[in-house]
């Protein structure tokens, strides 16, 4: 069987024995004799060691791995890469579903003989019905990068790779690069792809075939120290590409964009235990207190009129609205209500 593996799915997973299920019947209804699953578990203290149990029983093509300690999410792909036989690895969330054909395209794809294939995806609600972005990607159609692209590609779809399922890799790619130096960044795949010399021959696919689980990330706790700050430290390490290539994916600094903190204070996620992790030093006072303001302000206040701001604009950002609504830091039973009512009649 190691000769004929063309595609390895890898899954890095922990604590997703309610989910992982519903994954692997999305992965396993398209698989061929061409592909293989394989499974890192990071020693995960709830049930999903007996959901696997159960699905290798049924199914030959999965390789499970239980570790001993959680090695953390970057250490555990990595290994599930290193365990993988074919010549591909398609690195694939937990939670997340694949389309259907989804497997069949990206065969035809990894035919290309390139070094990444870059997977278009769908975003969800976390019971995966709602339609909140219908593509994370705005291609139309599948895109060819070769020598001397590296930049295009990188503005194209680095702001899409921070969702590690857009990503196949070709193995041996993946192991002459260097992984320990992302180890505990939480976006390994990122590192190994655009650190210099930075990844040029790609194919894009344009067609969305993988439906994410919006909202149900194990980090989402750790949002504004990930996306403020963990992300753009990643971003903007990349010697290859230029300043303004990188502030088309990300801002330096994102957190000095007042609006990103009402965002993020409306849900709960930023309060003065984050202000005080600010550079508040290098911004003038009025900017200062501002940030300290919006931090102390009441969250149930906030959520509120971020709610209405959204729903003015609920065509555009209904991955804003769904986050605002699904808030649990709404304080009184009215705000409940609203938000159970509006999310059944408006999103």
Avoid at 17 to 36: K, N, P, R, Y
Avoid at 90 to 96: A, C, V
Wanted: proline share 3%.
């Amino acid at each position: 069987m190691v000769g004929s593996v063309k595609l390895s799915i890898c899954i890095a997973t922990y604590n997703r024995g309610l989910f992982i299920a519903e994954t692997l019947d999305s992965i396993l209804m398209q698989m061929t004799d061409e592909v293989e699953l394989v499974v890192v578990d990071g020693a995960s203290p709830d049930n999903t060691q007996d959901v696997m149990a159960e699905y290798m029983k049924k199914h030959p093509a999965i390789r499970y791995y239980r570790e001993e300690v959680n090695s953390g999410v970057d250490q555990d792909y990595d290994k599930a890469v290193g365990y993988a036989k074919g010549k591909y690895c398609w690195l694939m969330p937990d939670d997340d579903l694949l389309c259907p054909n989804a497997i069949e395209r990206v065969l035809k794809a990894i035919a290309n003989d390139v070094d990444l294939v870059v997977v278009n995806a769908d975003v969800r609600d976390a019971d995966v019905n709602m339609l909140l972005n219908p593509s994370r990607l705005n291609f139309y159609e599948d895109k060819v990068y070769g020598k001397g692209d590296k930049e295009r590609l990188y503005i194209d779809v680095a702001d899409h790779l921070s969702f590690i399922g857009g990503t196949v890799v070709k193995k041996g790619y993946w192991l002459s690069r260097d992984r320990v130096s992302y180890y505990g960044s939480l976006f390994i795949h990122m590192g190994v792809l655009f650190q210099t010399p930075a990844v040029e021959r790609a194919y894009v696919i344009a067609e969305p075939l993988i439906k994410i689980r919006y909202g149900n990330a194990m980090w989402s706790p750790r949002g504004f120290e990930i996306w403020m700050f963990m992300w753009p430290q990643l971003i903007w390490s990349f010697s290859d590409f230029s300043d303004k290539a990188k502030q088309r994916v990300c801002a330096f600094e994102p957190w000095r964009k007042f609006k990103k903190l009402l965002s993020y204070r409306a849900t709960g996620c930023y309060t003065l235990s984050e202000y005080r992790q600010l550079s508040v030093k290098s911004i003038d006072v009025f900017s200062k207190c501002l940030m300290y303001l919006i931090s102390v302000a009441p969250v149930a206040m906030m959520n509120f009129f971020a709610i209405l701001f959204y729903l003015t604009r609920k065509e555009e950002n209904k991955m804003g609205l769904y986050s605002a609504l699904r808030s649990q830091n709404k304080r009184t039973g009215l705000m409940r209500w609203l938000s159970s009512w509006l999310m059944r009649r408006v999103l």
